[in-house]
């Protein structure tokens, strides 16, 4: 009887000290299609940026100022485009980083809706959009905008779920 509480007792510490470092999370909405989609099981890595900063191309889950249905803070899933120092634009459809008109593979469609005028990305913040451009609420938005990099709650580095889907994400 003593080892099976031992045995629980460490099961329950493992779990404990994993969950500080991974958040598991479930894909509610399109707006990053196809990268991920609708019910998708992900996970989070929430030490990331404890230990590195965030750079262009990561998929980041956020607090948002929205809230649910049910009252709780919205969190959003999108893809860092922009960085701190970093200037974007948005024009005729294209999206513009430091110059240059940027590649971007994961996106549904080439074409990106909106107008941005060049900014350069303050300190602190991130310019974030979902990969399904046309079905994105993000930092085109004034409900978004800008994104502070203290309300991120993690990385998406690995899908659980669909299993035909399982591995690290990109």
């Known amino acids: 009887m003593r080892e099976w ?19 598991p999370t479930i894909v509610k909405e399109h707006s990053m299609e ?20 965030v750079k262009n191309g990561q998929i980041i889950v956020f607090r948002s100022n929205m809230e ?14 922009a960085v701190p120092g970093d200037t974007l634009s948005i024009t005729d459809g294209v999206v513009y980083l430091n110059g240059e008109a940027a590649a971007e593979p994961y996106t549904k469609e080439a074409f990106t809706m909106g107008h941005v005028d060049e900014m350069e990305i303050p ?26 990099i203290d309300q991120i709650v993690g990385m998406a580095i690995f899908r659980v779920f669909p299993f035909t889907e399982f591995g690290r994400l990109k």
């Open 5 to 23: 509480i031992r045995d629980i007792l460490i099961a329950v510490v493992i779990a404990v000290a994993i969950m500080q470092f991974i958040k």
């Open 34 to 53: 196809p990268t991920l989609f609708e019910n998708n099981y992900i996970f989070l890595s929430k030490q990331q940026y404890t230990f590195g900063d």
């Open 68 to 81: 649910t249905a049910d009252g709780d803070e919205k969190l959003l899933i999108k893809r860092v485009i």
């Open 123 to 148: 300190e602190g913040r991130v310019f974030v959009m979902g990969d399904n451009r046309q079905n994105s609420l993000d930092s085109r938005n004034n409900e978004v905008g800008l994104v502070p």
